[in-house]
């Protein structure tokens, strides 16, 4: 029993606050890493509803690192074959207005997709992926409670821990759990957020919408016109302020859909009944013969909100509880699937002694500009679709006007031309959406975990904002992701060669690596050896190259690499650049006295001089103790 309390009491590494795709992909990077734990969440259940459907190419890779991704994508459906448009008809049975390409599936950016990951997108239900999250979590170390809230919690200075009580929501009963640390991953109205007081910049936010989950056969209407997205207008009829305009999206082709209503932006209220709501609903659809059943019904409100700062001591906090925003351009739970990618291995480290307390504050100096940038993207291109909506003239509150409107579009007049100037500019503007590549990749992460001491100059990027939400950036630069580039493995056996593999699938895995070339094995490895010798942090090193442990038979690393053939790229647990050494050292000691170097300073020891085996704050008997590597036991000191 709790001494103060009079609870019972459990011990635990991390209690993880939610279980959606943050708090459940948090415990699962954790629990790979060999870290127990516990999690909980208010809900009965997994989500019942699909909310979250687009899952990208930056999160596919977090799940693949610890080998869920072959079981994500036998639930999933391919963007390449199901998704292939944006498309803006009358109707889901009419006249189609516009028809556009959607993530990579646009001839001219196919390439690119391609060259950015070693992952494809696809369609994956949050309802469908939460189950596979909670299955690996639980098995590998995290218990799961169901039906239980967080009541309070409290950071104590003295045992550095954190005291939270939890309530079984069934019997009523509370618990105190300790942890070392406690994760915020409790939604858009996180408590934990809330009473740390973090400081939030939050906007006034758009308007409502209504979300139907429906079974809705319209096979017939998808044989040519397979899209992700589809915009419904029907200009023919009056538009009920609850519901000016439809967007329609499926969930299981082709007969579960998710349709939902835009309300006018004046509305603060939906006042509409349910029989109203699903006349308009058949009414979007255009097809009589189609039979609606609804599954689910909810109401939510655009946010445009974000956290200025995501920790306060023990306690760190992830996912929507620290950026809200609207579904557009499928940022939502890819951003919170990566910030937990992001926590987890460094958390991990501390718990297990390899790093220092301090790698935590970088945390939120790489993840807290990613979620505002998201923020700002997702509401950005909502305004877009407002522009549009606007030359459509969804907005007019003049049935008549409106009318006049659409007619304007195949008038032979100075009149009909601008209005299609306009709409096809609007159409245009949103490729932002469309075709967001750099706004899914593009993170580049500045702080102490991160060593650029050695750069010269800043890493080239797109000019212009749009540019940079546009395109892929792909670099060696410090703070980017290990560029992605295929390679085969060295054989000598006649015969087929073997599968590609990625310089991304080299990396990761809760290791450092050193990706080197010709030359710069021998030197590199020792380096390693004697780092790993004196911290306990494993370096796998790879050489790449004629004869080497990879060959490029694509020249694709070797474009890509920006180093010398002996130089190195070291390269994160998270698949981030570390530092990157151009040109190898001297000698095989002053390769070893910078690697030792830099591996400390992103570890967050303080440095001491070269010659020097320990580590700040740790001795070397205790560092030289933990070599367990990747689900390494969590240290319960």
């Not at 997108?121 to 590998?140: D, K, V």
């Not at 109205?189 to 319209?218: F, T």
């Not at 699937?337 to 945390?363: E, P």
């Amino acid at each position: 029993m709790g001494a103060s309390t009079g609870f019972p009491v459990i011990d635990v590494d991390v209690l993880i606050s939610g279980a959606g795709p943050a708090g459940a992909s948090l415990a699962c990077f954790l629990a790979f890493h060999g870290i127990t734990g516990m999690m909980i969440s208010h809900a009965s259940s997994t989500s019942e509803t699909p909310r979250a459907n687009y899952t990208n190419m930056a999160a596919f890779e977090c799940l693949r690192d610890i080998g869920l991704e072959y079981d994500a994508r036998k639930v999933a459906h391919s963007i390449a074959e199901y998704s292939t448009y944006q498309r803006i008809c009358k109707t889901m049975a009419g006249e189609e207005l516009s028809r556009a390409y959607t993530f990579g599936n646009d001839p001219k950016r196919k390439g690119e997709y391609a060259e950015a990951s070693p992952c494809e997108m696809a369609s994956l239900p949050q309802s469908r992926l939460e189950p596979i999250l909670l299955r690996y979590a639980t098995q590998n170390g995290f218990r799961h409670r169901f039906d239980t809230k967080l009541l309070s919690f409290t950071q104590k200075q003295e045992t550095d821990r954190v005291e939270s009580i939890i309530e079984d929501l069934i019997t009523g009963q509370k618990t105190m759990v300790r942890s070392r640390y406690l994760c915020g991953a409790d939604g858009a109205g996180s408590r934990i957020v809330r009473e740390l007081q973090l400081p939030l910049h939050k906007l006034p936010g758009g308007g409502l919408s209504i979300n139907l989950l429906v079974e809705a056969d319209m096979s017939h209407l998808m044989k040519t016109s397979p899209g992700l997205l589809h915009i419904l207008t029907r200009p023919d009829k009056p538009q009920p302020y609850f519901g000016l305009l439809g967007l329609a999206r499926f969930i299981t082709p082709w007969t579960e859909w998710v349709i939902v209503l835009i309300a006018h932006p004046t509305i603060t209220k939906i006042e509409a009944s349910v029989p109203e709501i699903m006349a308009r609903a058949r009414e979007l659809i255009g097809d009589d013969s189609i039979e609606l059943k609804l599954k689910n019904m909810s109401i939510w409100k655009t946010n445009e909100c974000y956290a200025e700062q995501y920790s306060k001591g023990r306690v760190h906090c992830l996912g929507d509880a620290v950026h809200r925003h609207p579904p557009h351009n499928g940022l939502g739970s890819n951003t919170c699937i990566q910030d937990a990618y992001n926590l987890a291995w460094k958390m991990a480290y501390v718990l297990q002694g390899r790093a220092d307390h301090s790698l935590l504050s970088t945390y939120n100096d790489e993840r807290q500009p990613i979620g505002k940038y998201i923020v700002g993207r997702a509401n950005d291109t909502a305004r877009l679709h407002l522009s549009l909506y606007k030359v459509l003239g969804l907005l007019d509150p003049d049935f008549e006007r409106k009318q006049q409107i659409h007619a304007q579009f195949e008038e032979d007049s100075p009149e009909g031309d601008q209005r299609r100037n306009a709409f096809r500019k609007a159409i245009r503007a949103l490729d932002e959406e469309r075709h967001g590549l750099g706004g899914e990749m593009n993170q580049w992460y500045k702080s102490t975990a991160v060593y650029r001491d050695d750069e010269t100059e800043e890493p080239q990027i797109p000019a212009t904002e749009h540019e940079r939400t546009l395109h892929h950036v792909e670099s060696t630069y410090p703070g980017y992701r290990v560029p992605h580039a295929w390679l085969s493995r060295l054989t000598k056996r006649i015969g087929p060669r073997p599968a590609m593999v990625s310089t991304r699938d080299l990396c990761g895995h809760g290791i450092f690596t050193i990706l080197t070339g010709i030359g710069g094995k021998p030197m590199w490895a020792s380096a390693a050896a004697q780092a790993s010798e004196k911290t306990g942090v494993e370096i796998k090193v790879y050489s790449i190259g004629w004869g080497q442990d990879y060959e490029d038979t694509f020249f694709s690393w070797f474009d890509k690499r920006c180093i010398d053939e002996k130089g190195a790229v070291f390269v994160r647990p998270d698949r981030t650049v570390a530092w990157r050494c151009k040109t190898v050292p001297v000698d095989e000691k002053a390769c070893a006295d910078k690697l030792m170097l830099v591996l400390k300073r992103v570890l967050g020891f303080k440095e001491r001089g070269a010659d020097e085996d320990s580590v700040d704050g740790l001795t070397d008997g205790h560092i030289n103790g933990r070599k367990d590597g990747p689900r390494a036991k969590a240290d319960n000191e």
